[in-house]
């Protein structure tokens, strides 16, 4: 087994629409020389120049690079491709794997993508899920918005949003407007111009800081980029935006759960397997930070999509003063009302004619699910 294989590997996952412009994204990421080490996934080798790059054919659907790059074309299912490429590294055949980047289609829903990563069981050990960054064309982006729910799926789950050719936009209101509806479809996304930008840098944006070793768990759950304090936002919330002329936009929103209080870990337990087992389907993604009651001082890292958790984690200690449990929601046509007030029941602090948590407890159907 290579002894230098430091598990589990952060993986990137790189989403947007036909035209974003990851393709010349990615060929940005595989100059840069922070990125050596880095094995990029992507659906077909044709879209991306890498010729003046290419070194040999290490085999089937693998290409290694001069400057220690790996591309692999996704053969068959993802998951395969990523067991092989631990295969390759436990036995030496790459030397060292530092991150993953994968591309998903410009059509592409990315929950499946993520589910692949986050739920397969010979998967969850060697590889960790660092962020989703999804890419936006300023030119042609609310278009792409209006017509394909799967664009408006890419903007909600990303952890980051790269925005593109914004220099080829003339009018400045136009592209305030853009930004606006994406902060909007994404409260928590960190939004972010391509041009200038270090490429490597677009990719670190989950839990742990690749350079500090340490955790930053506002950027990762988004506070950091959002700067809102309020507890939800979705369609037609305060904000006084017209939804109407964006159909899609409506059906997605994004939620956040606040409790300032330490939880016994059966409570976070039975709250969650409830809501995924009720909401499952409209959850895009589920991130949080939990204060548990058993162990205050080291807390645990919650990470899901749709009915899927990532096996919880537990980091060393608290990154920051602020303790108590917060939990960020991305839904698509998810009842705001009926997670809030399921989770107030959790906290003990039920609204009028709901349930608190001992009833909850002995009987978790007391409200209805939608």
Request: proline share 6%; charged share 20%.
């Amino acid at each position: 087994m290579n002894p230098q294989a430091a598990f589990p590997i952060p993986v990137s996952v790189l989403t947007g629409f036909l035209g974003a412009g990851k393709t010349t994204l990615l060929n940005r990421l595989l100059k840069d020389p922070e990125l050596t080490d880095t094995a990029v996934i992507i659906n077909e080798f044709g879209d991306v120049a890498i010729d003046h790059l290419l070194v040999e054919k290490a085999s089937d659907g693998v290409i290694e690079l001069s400057d220690g790059c790996l591309c692999c074309t996704v053969r068959g299912e993802l998951v395969d491709t990523l067991a092989d490429l631990v295969d390759r590294l436990q036995t030496g055949r790459i030397q060292r794997l530092a991150r993953v980047v994968i591309e998903t289609t410009g059509l592409a829903d990315p929950v499946p993508v993520l589910q692949s990563i986050m739920g397969h069981p010979a998967l969850i050990h060697a590889f960790r899920l660092d962020g989703v960054i999804s890419v936006v064309d300023a030119v042609n982006g609310s278009a792409s918005l209006d017509a394909h729910v799967e664009a408006v799926k890419q903007v909600a789950v990303a952890d980051r949003i790269v925005l593109t050719k914004s220099d080829l936009v003339d009018d400045a209101d136009w592209l305030e407007s853009l930004k606006a509806r994406l902060t909007r479809l994404n409260p928590g996304a960190e939004l972010r111009e391509v041009e200038g930008a270090a490429v490597a840098r677009l990719l670190q944006c989950g839990l742990y800081d690749p350079a500090t070793k340490t955790a930053d768990v506002r950027r990762w759950l988004g506070e950091a980029a959002a700067h809102d304090h309020h507890h939800h936002h979705g369609p037609g919330d305060h904000h006084g935006h017209d939804h109407a002329t964006h159909h899609h936009d409506a059906r997605v929103g994004s939620l956040s759960l606040v409790h300032a209080g330490a939880l016994p870990f059966s409570t976070v337990e039975m709250f969650l397997d409830l809501l995924l087992s009720t909401q499952g389907d409209k959850l895009l993604r589920i991130k949080g930070i939990v204060e548990l009651a058993e162990d205050p001082s080291r807390p645990l890292v919650i990470h899901g999509v749709q009915k899927m958790l990532h096996p919880p984690a537990r980091l060393p200690a608290w990154p920051d003063a602020v303790r108590g449990t917060r939990l960020v929601l991305i839904g698509i046509d998810l009842p705001q009302d009926y997670v809030q007030r399921l989770f107030a029941a959790f906290v003990n602090k039920p609204t009028i004619d709901t349930p608190d948590r001992e009833a909850m407890e002995n009987n978790p159907l007391a409200i209805a699910g939608r």
